[in-house]
């Protein structure tokens, strides 16, 4: 069973970066699509990037593209997601997810694995 944690949230100024890493645990994910998503308050979890497993195909939602930039290291078995340009709408509980076999996939439903997520607030 992989394990899945986040880290590298925190408090930001619109406009500024972030880089959010995903460490995993318990097995490789060489063979997992890993994805981010995000949940604001009071509103469901969505999705915001994913890569695929030699991260050749890396999907964005349109309300990141051209700002966040999702990447993956298999040797150190970890997936990051360096935010850039940051809005106060960015602001959410970040999670990382691994699904077995995926193409790398917008829908939550698809990944088996969560972390446990790490927060990111964006001040105007």
Known sequence: QVQLVESGGGLVQA???LRLSCAASG???GR????W?????GKEREF???ISWYGDRT?????????????RDNAKEAVYLQMNKVK?????????AAGYGLGPNPEKKEYDYWGQGTQVTVSS
Do not use: H, L, N
Request: charge should be neutral; hydrophobic fraction near 35%.
């Open 59 to 71: 999907p964005y939602t349109d309300a990141v593209k051209g700002r966040f930039t999702i990447s």
């Open 32 to 35: 997992y699509a890993m994805g």
């Open 48 to 50: 915001v990037a994913a």
């Open 15 to 17: 406009g500024g970066s």
């Open 27 to 29: 097995g490789t994910i």
């Open 88 to 96: 106060p709408e960015d602001t959410a509980v970040y999670y990382c």
């Open 37 to 41: 998503f995000r949940q604001a308050p």
